[in-house]
């Protein structure tokens, strides 16, 4: 891409904000620069996937220019979900708040973990968690 112009900051005096920022980079550097944005329901991710950034940008996620899909999910205590993976994806998993089980490893608020060869993964709550999951086509 070109590049695109932003900032951030915290609309609310009062309360903290808890910001995470990541980037995915085209796969055509001659992808117009854009910034989208939409607000997701908590009722969507509840103790379930919610795909929330695609390729395709189906069924109301944003639409990337890469095969990547970012989900978000949030786990009540002993909730369990998972997602299949393949062996030509890779992902990278953010424990955002609480603790998870990310096929049977504990994982806690600002854990992260890079999954390659997996068939799946399955994630299990500990404590009351919101997670964030990019699935990533494998390059080369």
Not at 22 to 28: G, R, T
Not at 33 to 53: G, H, N, T, V
Not at 132 to 138: E, K, P, S, T, V
Request: glycine share 10%; net charge negative; aromatic share 6%.
């Amino acid at each position: 891409g070109g590049g695109a112009e932003h900032s951030e900051r915290n609309a609310s005096i009062a309360e903290p904000l808890h910001f995470i920022h990541a980037w995915i980079l085209p796969e055509s550097r001659s992808a117009a620069p854009r910034y989208d944005q939409r607000l997701f329901s908590e009722a969507e991710s509840a103790d379930a996937f919610c795909k929330i950034a695609s390729k395709d940008g189906g069924a109301g996620a944003l639409q990337l220019d890469r095969d990547v899909d970012v989900l978000v999910a949030t786990l009540s205590p002993g909730a369990r979900i998972a997602h299949p993976l393949g062996f030509e994806r890779e992902a990278w998993l953010q424990v955002l708040s609480g603790a998870v089980r990310a096929n049977q490893v504990l994982l806690n608020a600002g854990d992260g973990a890079a999954l390659q060869d997996e068939e799946s993964l399955a994630l299990e709550g500990v404590e009351p968690a919101e997670i964030l999951l990019f699935d990533m086509a494998r390059d080369g």
